[in-house]
Structure formats: structure tokens, C-alpha cells
């Protein structure tokens, strides 16, 4: 809480500048009007998701702007949870948000809300940010806060019924430092309070069965805070292309650690074709609270196995290109492009066991691993 | 709490700024390559959050994905 605090009193003295001083004379300025259309599909470790979503943002009078989304998640999950301890399922998230923004001088306030629905989930969020452009526009801060409130429900039990409320500060920066760099760095604490496990998920202990262990619900702690600091650089090649190097740590109250790295390359082929490398590397030490495999039941105050609380590391490779074009006859569209970009997955878990093969001590199966695939094809029109 | 001390009053000394002027050290004319789309934090916002709906929906870490968009103040 001392941390909240902090954060509170920074984003006071912050506003209080931003609210006594005088707006400069030149104006910042809003987000481009555009409208994207993106499938997605993701498949992976049993899971395939797929659904469109779709991204529109538009100016009025160059002072204010609007924005609206629709999102939508087809799950059809056979999991290794969901294998192990349950029956494969399919359902649907659909999301909804509504963003609008202000400017007034260099100053931009916004706010926007979203909704998110699953038949046994849902979740409201507001979120409120204040960024200025400073120092001859070489500096840009920005202040965030949004609070989310969801409700939690249980299929096929009509008394279940919980709750999540959810608290996240933010600061970002970004620096210009010369004519071809940027640097980045951005600051998140979000503070959760409610039921924070998933209903179904289950751990297993040693049991005196054929099995040699048997399942138990998940316990988890009622709060979590969890603190990230993020730092980045964009730099323009002696040639038409960008290099961007990002780094994130990240830390929590269940004693997950998390370290991510990540690199990107960009580079235009002449003056339509956009290809886009990136790598990233991610790795976090478990939760304190976590095991496989718990010596007997009940064995302590919090229990989980839900494999994201694992140690474990991930890497990603991802290709992108983009297509830049003119709408022939469409005369209010003044470009569009079409983009594919596909991404390739690993994900390794160094305490989380693969129960599918038999034949084994319980706590000496494998250790489990998936790859996954990820398509996102989008269109982008600006008008 | 010393480090705290110093943090609001550069904060302060920040926040304030628009109150002073400021010589950019890299002029508004010279900011032709940051102007540059490939420059861009988020070029595709709809397919970046996508892919850190992904990443949070599988790692246990989430946040400072970054959000203070432009600070090249160019177009």
C-alpha cells in the first residue's frame, strides 16, 4: 500500500503542474483516423482460438477523438488442465470499448471503458490518462489509472458466485535523445483484490490410491500486487530501417519474478512493402505458493498448479509484412494497407509435469512443454 | 526516504515545465527520421494488444507494455 500511495502522490504533484500551468501555444496531437480489421488464430498446447477484432478511431476538430472496438474470442480448448482434469470445452469471449480523448495544448486527457463477456466471466474496466508533451515536444509523459471490476461465475453451479477488484497505476516516458533515438520507460503496479484463481483448476497431492495421487481444489491469495518497470530504445538505421531493444522486469506479491527481452527489426522494401523481425525471450520464477505435486492434502494455506505460476520460460519468433496500397474508387480512404503477421511460440515449464504418458512415480513425469502459432491478418484503412 | 524526496521534486520540477521554456536540443525540423513511421512505438495498436493478450494469457507477468505513444510531437 506504501507503494500505491507513492504512486498516488506522484500522479497529484504531476496533475497539479499540469493543471497550474498555462497550456503552451504550439498544440500536440491526436492519433491518426483509422480503422483496422484483424482476424486472429491462435493454436497451441490443445488450444485454438480464433475470432475478429476490430480497431476505429476518429477526430473531431482536431481537439477532440473517438475510438471504438469489438473483439471477440472463439476458444475450443482440449488443454492439459482440461485433459487432465476435466472435459475439452469450446465458449466465447466478446469485448467491447469505448475510448474518447481531449487536447488541449499539449495536453491529452482520456478516458475509455471496456466490457469483456464469457458465459462464466465478465469484466468492466475504466481507465483515465493525462499526457503532456514537454520540452519542445522532445519528452512525453503520460499518467495512467484504471479500475476493473469483474464477476466471477462457476458453469453448471448456480451458487458460485465471486468477485475482482482491480487497481492499476502507471507512468510512461518517452525521450527523444537524438535525431534517429528513442528511449522508453514505463512504470505499472496493479493491485487485485477478490477471487484470483480459476474456479476449475485443481492441484494434485500424494494420495494412497492406484494413482498415487489424487486433486483438490486451487486456494489462492485473496491480493495480489504485482510491480513492472519496462525500458526501451528505438533507433533509425543509417539505411531506412528501425532496431528496437525492450527489456521488462516485473515482481509480485506471490514471489513471481519475471525478466523479458525482446528485439525488432523493421525495414521497408521500397515504398509499399513493410517487413517487420522481431524475438523475445521471457522467463519468471514460480510462485511461492506453487507445486506439482503437494505431499498431502491440504498441505498449506495456498495452493496452485496452474501452469502460468510455474517457473518457467518462454520465446517467441515473429515475421511480419505489410502491403501499402490505394483504394481504387474509394476516394475518402486515403491509403490502406494489408498485413500478415505470423509468430512461433515455445513455451518450457521447469516445474510443471506432463501426466498424459503413465507409467510413472508421481513427481517423475515429464517435464511439460508446447509450442504454439499465432496469425494475426489485418487491414488498415486511414480516411 | 530520501530517493522519494528527490523523486517529487523532480517530478514537480517536471511537471511544472510547461511554465518554462525549454530548448529542444533536436529541432523540430531536424526530427524528419523520428517522423517516420517505422519509428513508431505501436505502428498497429490492434495487432500489438492482441499479442500481449497472449502473452499475459500464458505468462505470469503482466504491464509497462508501454502507452505514451507519441513523443516525437513531429506530424
Not at chain 1, 504531476?14 to 500551468?21: H, I, Q, R, V
Not at chain 1, 465478465?122 to 490518462?129: K, L, M, P, Y
Not at chain 1, 525495414?267 to 506439482?292: C, E, K, N, T, W
Not at chain 2, 517529487?8 to 517522423?35: D, I, M, N, Q, T
Request: hydrophobic share 35%; proline share 5%.
Amino acid at each position: 500500500m506504501q507503494l500505491t500511495r507513492t504512486i498516488r502522490s506522484i500522479a497529484i504533484t504531476l496533475a497539479a503542474g499540469w493543471l497550474f500551468c498555462p497550456a503552451p501555444s504550439i498544440a500536440g496531437v491526436l492519433p491518426e483516423d483509422r480503422a483496422d480489421l484483424m482476424y486472429h488464430y491462435y493454436d497451441g498446447g490443445g488450444v485454438q482460438i480464433d475470432g475478429p477484432s476490430v480497431l476505429v478511431r476518429k477526430k473531431f476538430k482536431e481537439k477532440y477523438a473517438v475510438n471504438a472496438s469489438y473483439y471477440v474470442d472463439m476458444v475450443s480448448s482440449a488443454s492439459i488442465d482440461v485433459i487432465t482434469t476435466a472435459s475439452p470445452y469450446k465458449e466465447e469471449r466478446t469485448q467491447y470499448g469505448l475510448g474518447f480523448e481531449y487536447l488541449r495544448g499539449k495536453v491529452t486527457y482520456a478516458a475509455s471503458f471496456s466490457n469483456s463477456k464469457e458465459n462464466d466471466y465478465g469484466a468492466d474496466t475504466a481507465s483515465f490518462s493525462i499526457s503532456q508533451d514537454m520540452f519542445g515536444d522532445l519528452t512525453t509523459v503520460q499518467l495512467f489509472f484504471s479500475r476493473g471490476k469483474d464477476d466471477v461465475t462457476r458453469r453448471g453451479d448456480d451458487v458460485f458466485s465471486e468477485k475482482v477488484d482491480r487497481h492499476i497505476y502507471g507512468i510512461d516516458v518517452s525521450q527523444i535523445v537524438s535525431k534517429k533515438l528513442i528511449l522508453g520507460a514505463s512504470w505499472e503496479t496493479i493491485a487485485e483484490e477478490g477471487f484470483l484463481n480459476n474456479p476449475y483448476r485443481q492441484v494434485r497431492y500424494v494420495d494412497a490410491v492406484p494413482l498415487g495421487y489424487s486433486y483438490e481444489p486451487e486456494r489462492y491469495p485473496h491480493t495480489r500486487t504485482g510491480n513492472a518497470l519496462a525500458l526501451r530504445a528505438r533507433y533509425y538505421l543509417p539505411y531506412r530501417a528501425a532496431l528496437q531493444g525492450d527489456y521488462r522486469w516485473y515482481n509480485d506479491t506471490w514471489g513471481i519474478d519475471a525478466n523479458t527481452l525482446e528485439i525488432a527489426y523493421t525495414q521497408p522494401i521500397g515504398d509499399r512493402l513493410m517487413f517487420d523481425v522481431h524475438f523475445r525471450y521471457y522467463m519468471q520464477g514460480g510462485a511461492d505458493f506453487y507445486s506439482d505435486l503437494y505431499p498431502r492434502a491440504n498441505s498449506q494455506n495456498f495452493l496452485a498448479r496452474d501452469k502460468e505460476l510455474a517457473t518457467m520460460d518462454s520465446q517467441t519468433l515473429g515475421f511480419g509484412l505489410g502491403y501499402e496500397f490505394k483504394v481504387p474508387r474509394v476516394e475518402f480512404i486515403q491509403k490502406a494497407s494489408v498485413n500478415l503477421k505470423y509468430d512461433f511460440m515455445r513455451f518450457n515449464y521447469d516445474d510443471f509435469r506432463d501426466l498424459r504418458p503413465t507409467g510413472y512415480a508421481p513427481g517423475t513425469e515429464p517435464l511439460y512443454s508446447f509450442d504454439a502459432n499465432v496469425i494475426r491478418l489485418f487491414f488498415s484503412g486511414w480516411f | 526516504m530520501i530517493p522519494s524526496r528527490a523523486l517529487f521534486a523532480a517530478l514537480a520540477l517536471l511537471a511544472f515545465s510547461g511554465c518554462s521554456h525549454v530548448e529542444p536540443w533536436v529541432k523540430p525540423y531536424e526530427r524528419e527520421k523520428l517522423a517516420d513511421p517505422i519509428m513508431a512505438w505501436d505502428r498497429d495498436p490492434v495487432a500489438s494488444s492482441y499479442i500481449l493478450h497472449v502473452y499475459e494469457s500464458r505468462e505470469g507477468a503482466r504491464g509497462a507494455a508501454g502507452g505514451a505513444g507519441g513523443g516525437c510531437g513531429c506530424n
